[in-house]
């Protein structure tokens, strides 16, 4: 079978919903007070052009996809992230101006058929930054990053600059080895195969790793590959300093940055909708003085949240944390 029919028969692009952009009532003659009333629905299938102004441009692309976290034997709930990230920042208060946001849908997985929705999700990815756009990609599982990573990869061959570091926050390496397929937690494994095949380096940091949810085997295989970790332990404003200069060190060697942020990185506490909560975590204080650095490092080229699980979720507390991380990321990128 061709493989573009392939992907088209197990994947599919879903316009956005303007239903979900919903929220409070403002008077009409004053400037837009919320995000709902300045996103822009951008069907890619029937407008593939936005207009080309001096204004920075992010685009909302969802990952409407359970398989990976449903073969990683995690509670399935993710592919529901998308919508109820969008439904919460709808109402998130503006602080931003000169900027043009767009949602432009999901892609979504048919028939549980993972690796479609991959490559679908990677040609979007990268149609997106070939058009000065920042993506922002809303999971969906933690596989949203091995596609994700092929987006950015597939945009920056062959450009002078081209060597793309990750960095991870999460509980989880996510460096399991891919024994039959991929899954949410193989895709820093199969992006670091990727890499050893065009024999390209391997940049790669987690902050807020949890020994107590990664085997001794993951730590050996984090050692072996030059993987840098940061535990969660550690993960304290008390620590800011040493851990950007960490990362400054990390940030120094590479061109582009990609951020993937999984939501249970976080303590339960703060967002108990994930994939697999623990009580353990950094808490928000701590990661959005560590993103902002990020941000300002220049180098960011794309970001992601993932394993959001509405299923789970407490009064769409992790759903709200997961829009200001958004909300963040436009107003400091």
Not at 186 to 209: A, D
Request: charged share 20%; with cysteine; glycine share 6%.
């Amino acid at each position: 079978m061709d493989k573009n029919k392939s992907i088209d028969k197990h994947s599919t692009y879903q316009k956005p919903d303007k239903d979900v952009w919903t929220g409070r009532k403002t008077d009409p003659k004053k400037a837009p007070q919320y995000w709902y009333q300045t996103i822009q629905c951008v069907d890619l299938k029937a407008d593939l052009s936005i207009d080309q102004d001096s204004k920075q441009k992010f685009a909302l692309l969802g990952y409407v996809c359970d398989e990976g976290v449903r073969r990683n034997q995690g509670r399935v709930g993710a592919a529901a992230g998308p919508a109820a990230l969008r439904s919460a920042l709808a109402k998130v208060a503006l602080h931003f101006d000169k900027k043009s946001i767009f949602d432009v849908g999901n892609v979504v997985c048919i028939d549980n058929h993972l690796e479609a929705c991959q490559k679908r999700f990677n040609k979007v990815i990268s149609t997106l930054l070939s058009k000065n756009i920042k993506p922002i990609a809303i999971g969906g599982g933690h596989d949203i990053a091995f596609a994700h990573f092929n987006g950015i990869f597939d945009h920056v061959q062959g450009t002078t600059n081209s060597t793309i570091g990750i960095i991870n926050f999460d509980a989880h390496f996510d460096l399991r080895p891919v024994e039959h397929n991929g899954n949410s937690g193989t895709p820093f494994h199969q992006i670091n195969h990727l890499l050893k095949e065009k024999n390209l380096p391997f940049h790669y940091c987690i902050v807020g790793i949890q020994p107590q949810s990664n085997t001794k085997e993951l730590f050996d295989i984090a050692r072996q590959n030059n993987v840098e970790h940061i535990l969660y332990s550690d993960c304290l404003m008390s620590n800011i300093s040493g851990i950007k200069n960490q990362l400054n060190d990390f940030i120094s060697k590479i061109d582009h940055l990609y951020i993937t942020v999984d939501m249970d990185g976080f303590s339960s506490a703060y967002a108990a909708g994930v994939s697999a909560p623990s009580p353990l975590g950094f808490d928000p204080l701590f990661f959005f003085a560590i993103f902002e650095h990020l941000l300002k490092s220049k180098k960011v080229i794309s970001i992601d949240i993932a394993e959001l699980n509405p299923t789970y979720d407490r009064d769409g507390q992790t759903a709200n944390l997961a829009s200001k991380i958004v909300d963040f990321a436009v107003c400091n990128w």
